[in-house]
């Protein structure tokens, strides 16, 4: 069995020797920027430590697994640009390092790429394997979609909040946990046990995402706190600020929403009035619910619990995270 460190490092390592051979160096510069800049890793190391569970050569999926990161880092350049986000990890986006146009095309040839690297594959698991792919690429523009439709809404529901999160960001760490399992010929409804476990996992992980956007702090979160609130991003915290809040606290929130000339005020008055309802604890305990829940998922999953060391060891050290 190998350690999530090991196995983060034999990603790392991987990524950082990809070749890219093919002109114009302007295309894939973008590219190759945005892959150095590192990050958790999260979804090639959850795929590999589900292989794990079942098998012992995990370093032979390792196109698959960062397939899913090449993948995954295409959404955020793409998503840093419809946020006009200046930070990623600490460092510049494609779109104001180079510009939009670079960042677009820069972004598509970031999933070719993914799809490229998916498919090396063992061929016998090709056809599942993309299915699963292609399914989660589709779910998550769906989320992303959601996403910007709930901009122009007043009446976003927790529910809905709940189920774009789970297709914009769970669906590709639940399809993680799914491919690993069936490149290792893991038993079917493991592999489906596997894909709600890796669901409910993220579903957690997004919302403590969200938590560390107002609560983190920005040398280690890597980008600039407070951005969803200066965005007045529909988030489970927003949400349920307003449902929550008393007639008074609902007109102050209201204001701040309404004010785009002070961003540093905003952030504080609106961190203030969550603090104020009890936003940042019911935040929290949400985080906690689905984690436990993920947890009772990960128990039904047919493997010594010995196997299943290393990603509980690793899905605990990302829930007690700062960044």
Known sequence: MFTSAQILQQVNYYIDHLAYDRKPESLYEPIKYVLSLGGKRIRPVLMLLAYNL???????????????????????????????????????????RWDANTAILSGDSMLVLAYERMVQCRPDKLKPVLDLFTETALEIGEGQQYDM?????????????????????????????????????????????????????????????????????????????????????????????????????????????????????????????????????????????????SKKILALVNVPEERKRQLIAYTDEMMQREY
């Open 149 to 293: 439709d709930f901009e122009h809404r007043q009446d976003v529901t927790e529910d809905e909040y709940i189920e774009m999160i789970r297709l914009k960001t769970s669906v590709l760490l639940a399809c993680a946990m799914k491919m690993g399992a069936i490149l290792a010929d893991a038993p079917a409804e493991d592999a489906e046990r596997l894909y709600d476990y890796g669901e409910t996992f993220g579903l957690a992980f997004q919302l403590q995402d969200d938590y560390l956007d107002v609560y983190g702090d920005t040398k280690i979160f890597g980008k600039a706190i407070g951005g969803d609130i200066l965005c007045n991003k529909k988030t489970y915290m927003l949400i349920n600020a307003f449902n929550m809040a008393n007639p008074a606290q609902r007109a102050q929130l209201q204001h701040w929403v309404d004010r785009a000339d002070n961003p540093q005020e905003k952030i504080a008055a609106v961190t203030a009035l969550y603090n104020e309802i009890g936003i940042d604890r019911l935040a929290k305990e949400k985080i906690r619910y689905y984690f436990e829940e």
């Open 54 to 96: 079942y098998k012992d050569d995990p370093e032979s999926i390792l196109p698959s697994a960062c397939a899913l990161e090449t993948y995954h880092n295409y959404t955020l350049l793409h998503d840093d640009l419809m946020d006009n986000a200046d930070l990623r990890r600490g460092h510049q986006t494609v779109h104001k």
